[in-house]
């Protein structure tokens, strides 16, 4: 992590940098959660989206941030703007460049922050993935900003350290620990990149169920994979998220002939989508963003039950997780969902009581993530 040498003089502009979006984003949210009480950022915590790919969008982008950047707060005490994954900061952009047009409003923005400074009461946070440090809109930010990037480079000796600074706080968050000697274990297996730990980890959480909370070596030797890319059960549901018969047929694949497969499948397949199904649901109702936050509106009995299936709000599970699952219940309607669940239910019980074959499961998937034409 390195913070350039400028000292802000308001501590009320941020601007988070790295390709670690995980890091980038766990920084924001340490902004809003001391900026923000917990009662209102449902109103008074404002996202603005970054992700831009042509000139048009990119600069919408910045409209609906300077816009939001020049309405004060109304009821609230407090406003915070966050202009999210910005794509497009002076080194960004298609292919490391930016059309002049947008160069020139991005400059525009800067000088007119430095110029008109926020008001105390408001805050503003931007997330990117690559600022150019040299840029006229990097020095000028500077000035007046409290600006971190969030290096993705380095010696494997320094990444592996930070990795292992983190680790034990990452895994905390989905209640777990490491028997002597697992923690050095999994980051030799799953290197240092904090969204594939974050993912790992969820996996382990998965694997262990409510009987374990400590991981030892053989327990990630068994579930965990190399680097995140290992051939696994769990890139079939990555496939199945992604409504990609082609990915699906081919990691299945690397499963023929292993006995009892099919019956594995379908449990963990059953329990992918019931998951998604909560997810959509509360997508649906307004309970829960696109970036997996919940909503201020979730009814309390609403969320003492998703707190009992585990995936509540105050249930510590990784924000990446509940982020996750938002992004891919966003790929199937709540009708595919629970269809999906009841074929699953289907074929297991025709797997375990009629000696059926395991390729019923991978015909009732394929059936499922094909879309309606």
Known sequence: MVEYDAVPPSENIYLFVGEDDYLV??????????????????????????????????LASLKSCVASVQTPPFLDPVKLTWWRGVTFLPGGGRNGTLSEAVKTALEKFAADLAAHPLPSNQVLVLTATKLLKTSIFAKT????????????????????????????????????????????????????????IVSELAKLRTYLGNERNEATAADIAEVCSVNGEEPELWDVTDAIAQRNPAKLLSTLARFDGEKGFGILLGTIAEKFFRELYVYRDALDKGWLTPFGGWAKNLPPEVAEDLDAAGIGP???????????????????????LRAARFRMLQAREKLISANADDALIAQELLRIVARRR
């Not at 905390?172 to 620990?177: G, T, W, Y």
Request: hydrophobic share 45%.
């Open 141 to 196: 930010f500077a000035k007046f900003a409290k600006i971190v990037e969030f290096g993705g480079g380095g010696k494997s000796k320094d990444r592996l350290e930070m990795a292992a600074m983190r680790l034990p706080d990452l895994a905390a968050a989905e209640k777990l620990s490491f028997a002597p000697g697992a923690d050095q274990a999994f980051l030799a297996k799953v290197g240092t990149d904090t969204r594939i």
């Open 314 to 336: 105050n249930v510590s599970r990784s924000p990446w997780a509940v982020k996750n699952g938002a992004k891919n219940a966003k790929n199937f309607t709540l009708m595919e």
């Open 25 to 58: 984003e766990a920084a924001a949210r340490k902004v809003i959660a001391t900026a923000v009480e917990p009662s209102l950022r449902a109103t008074a915590v404002e996202t603005v989206d970054g992700g831009a790919d042509n000139m048009e969008e990119q």
